[in-house]
């Protein structure tokens, strides 16, 4: 009869140690960026802009916030959830 030996358990990390992964940080500043732009969405002001024969146009302000929050989004992502060749 043959026995299996089982992986060796990690030991569990401390609460201070898991606020230094840097995954957990990109996921949050993602996560606040995304809300600014809910929140300015739902309470902000529009963009108004008057051309000189009469025509207007309005736009939310969170269209505009939303588009540099896709810009930051994508920075953070690939510096937060991208791989380093020093990690593999």
Do not use: Y
Not at 36 to 58: E, I, K, Q, Y
């Amino acid at each position: 009869m043959s026995t299996i030996s089982h992986p060796p358990v990690p030991e569990r990390q401390s609460f201070l140690t898991q606020l230094r992964i840097r995954e957990m940080w990109a996921g949050l500043s993602i996560f606040v960026m995304w809300l600014a732009v809910a929140v300015a969405s739902v309470w902000g002001p529009d963009l108004v802009f008057h051309s000189n024969d009469g025509n207007s146009a309005t736009i939310p302000s969170g269209v505009a916030i939303a588009i540099f929050a896709t810009i930051g989004s994508w920075v953070v992502a690939k510096r937060g959830f991208g791989h380093s060749r020093k990690d593999e």
